[in-house]
């Protein structure tokens, strides 16, 4: 996971954005904005999110399918940071929109979101329970690192010398780093098997090269020393 550089949409794609968006804020009840926020996928075979999509792919190294949480090749989704379940006014919002594949996105992520509340910033659980009848959540900060506003290097640090895992920089347990990094791995299953192993080979193959180019270098060298003598 990487901190990604940010940027913006046209200004037209902005301005259909705000009306989609006004149609869910313009409901009276809370339930009623959730129920129109599960209906998003109706507007995203336009233009408008051909644009997202494409935007959203050159902001994460300009690779096709990279997924902006778990850096595999596999990503397919238009992510919502803040779940359009809990954040219904975040719907058609283009800052709360990430690329993320399966395996994060459905598979791990879901509908799942903590924050530390503002009042007291205890850290709480916010996923949606099956209640018929919802509540808008209390005010505070995400504890998911969102890679689009933050450099997810100042709180995870990747084990390359073993497991390949991720795990928090910090040791200290009750800091709001450890609990936004320990949190972050375990919510988009960062640790999974196949992206250790991918990780490792990715790895791997970079000390090769760096080993092959070593090896030129020193024989360049010699050979540039056995010419010097020979004239
Ligand atoms: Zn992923």
Redesign the pocket.
Known sequence: MIGLENKSLSQASLNQLAVYQSAIDEKRTYTEQIELAGKWRDKTNNRIFKEVKEKLISMCTNRTQR??????S??TDIEHFAPKSIYPNLTFVWDNYLY??????SSSKGNKFAIFRTKDGVFEDITPTKATVRVPPVAGNPVLINPREEDPLHFLELDILGSFYFRPITKNEASKDFKRADYTIDI?GLNRES?AASRKEAFDDYIDRLSRYKERRNNDNVGCCIKERSI
Do not use: F
């Open positions: 997924c902006m949480y778990c850096e595999d596999a990503s993320a594949c399966s395996g994060c996105n988009l992206l």
